[in-house]
């Protein structure tokens, strides 16, 4: 494996790590949910899209928690809907790319 290879690997663990951390206060999600959540949101931020249709914030983890907040109603959804359905917002707005992200 090249070292290349390897420094990826190393940070896409790091970003999971991370997005595991903020999603554990999700109290309506599994830790497989969490952990299916955090693999695709550091899938997305390893792609760059964001960059393209978000311009006043810095794209991060924490950005990426915070858009699952704009989900909360009477239903109580779980980490899994709230995340699904701002990727299907954002897919509605500006692109189907964000549809392979979905848990």
């Known amino acids: 494996m090249s070292f290349q290879i390897l420094r990826a690997n190393m940070a896409i663990e790091n970003c999971e790590e991370n997005a595991r951390a903020y999603l554990e206060g999700e109290m309506n999600s599994s830790p497989q949910d969490r952990r299916k959540v955090a ?14 249709h978000i311009d006043a914030q810095p794209i991060d983890i924490e950005y990426l928690v915070s858009r699952l907040d704009v989900r909360d ?3 109580n959804p779980n980490l899994k809907t709230k995340w699904n359905y701002w990727l299907g917002q954002m897919s509605f707005f500006f692109s189907d790319k964000y549809n392979r992200y979905k848990v």
């Not at 949101?41 to 960059?51: A, F, K, Y």
């Open 73 to 75: 109603g009477k239903d």
């Open 39 to 52: 693999k695709e949101m550091c899938r997305l931020l390893e792609s760059g899209i964001l960059e393209k």
